[in-house]
């Protein structure tokens, strides 16, 4: 199996790796996660002047494996950064009378509907609501913070003639010209 062009993952201390034919599995302060692998690819976990670290590898370069190797190699990096950091995704909501609130675990959105949203707080994810409009969703799983704040947006998307909704942060949202008399 070649090492072709891709860098060792480090692991942080308090980290644990279980390694099985298709599946990864890693363990740390902030919880568990594991990913399943293709059978092509293989992770090895070896000992360093640096410390632990997990090595990918592809058995050939053709396109199929090195796409693969690339998508293995993210998804386990991500597992650790998960695991040890952890990931956020922030939440804007522009709008008279939209808001955010905290009703346990769960997120509850007043957002000029008849009735207030409530969105449910799935294992590993946490809400903050710093302010009445502002949302932070965190967990250890990228996809799982992804996936949820995609859901959260999609209650009210940001509209084009007056910028109102919920919007990541930071996002751009082009402006229309209204109707004119």
Known sequence: ????????????????VTIEPELVTVKGPGGELSERISRDIKVEQTSGEN???LVISRPTDRGEHRALHGLTRTLVANMVTGVTAGFHKNLEIQGVGYRAALKGRD???????????????????????PQPTRITVK?????????IAAQIRKQRKPEPYKG????????YVARKVGKRA
Do not use: N
């Open 164 to 171: 109102k909704g919920i919007r990541y942060e930071g996002e």
């Open 107 to 129: 997120l509850e959105l007043a957002l000029g509907y008849s009735h207030p949203v409530e969105i449910k707080a799935p294992d590993g994810i946490t809400f903050e609501v």
């Open 139 to 147: 967990g250890a799983s990228k996809q799982m913070v992804g996936e």
């Open 1 to 16: 199996m070649s090492r072709i062009g891709r860098k060792p993952i480090p692991l942080p201390s308090g980290v644990t």
């Open 51 to 53: 410390g632990d670290q």
